[in-house]
């Protein structure tokens, strides 16, 4: 009765062939969904989130409403995925250049680079431009608790310097707050297309707090300047 009884290498067979098959549709949901946020975050940059609307996104995709919503709940839902992805992304990029046996000076000038990159993709200028007031009390708590992270991250920098002597500033606190506002403006006004490249503009941006991080002492310039 039936078909031929089927044997253990071949029901282990198909069942790694629908892992493999499951693996591409996850991996094509993620693409999917990338697509959609990094779509989003040039809406919402261009035309300011209060105006922006999922049928805005739909159009720009041609997609439809509904595609949207299949992989995102709402549109606090997709700033919210923005922000908190580009400080994934900055997570992730730090975590791969982290020698702490370098001259603060130096983490200080990596951190900056691996930062200012990010801050001028589409997720960071989102970041930067468009405020986390759009979200709600729950969702702004979480993400202003993973951006102090990387403030605190800096200041830690900083306070090694003024022990190693690389970084001669009085006040970490408001020698960081310095830096990450200069750095965070760049959104503002950099254009893709521009004569300058996103390193370019960091670069620029590092030669002022160089000069004050070595102000009061013999220069020392950051490495590869």
């Not at 067979?13 to 989003?40: F, N, P």
């Not at 595609?67 to 400080?87: M, R, V, W």
């Amino acid at each position: 009765m039936g078909g031929a009884r089927r044997t253990a290498t071949e029901t282990a067979g198909d069942k790694a062939v629908l892992w493999r098959s499951a693996d591409l549709r996850q991996e094509q949901h993620d693409k999917k969904r990338r697509l959609i946020l990094v779509t989003a975050a040039r809406i919402f940059t261009d035309l300011g989130f209060h105006k922006a609307t999922i049928d805005h996104i739909a159009a720009a995709l041609k997609v439809t409403k509904p595609t949207i919503y299949y992989y995102i709940d709402s549109k606090e839902d997709i700033l919210f995925q923005i922000t908190s992805q580009a400080l994934a992304d900055l997570d992730q990029a730090l975590s791969e250049d982290n020698d702490t046996t370098l001259p603060a000076i130096e983490r200080l000038e990596r951190f900056c680079r691996i930062y200012g990159r990010i801050i001028l993709t589409d997720f960071g200028i989102c970041l930067a431009v468009v405020s986390d007031r759009s979200l709600s009390p729950d969702s702004r708590k979480k993400l202003r608790l993973l951006k102090k992270e990387f403030e605190t991250r800096v200041r830690r920098i900083v306070d090694d310097g003024r022990k190693d002597g690389s970084i001669l500033v009085d006040d970490a606190r408001m020698f960081s707050f310095a830096l990450f506002g200069a750095i965070n403006w760049a959104p503002q006004w950099y254009s893709g297309s521009g004569p300058l490249s996103a390193d370019e503009i960091i670069s620029s941006i590092l030669a002022i707090f160089r000069k004050a991080a070595a102000a009061g002492g013999v220069p020392r310039p950051l490495a590869g300047a």
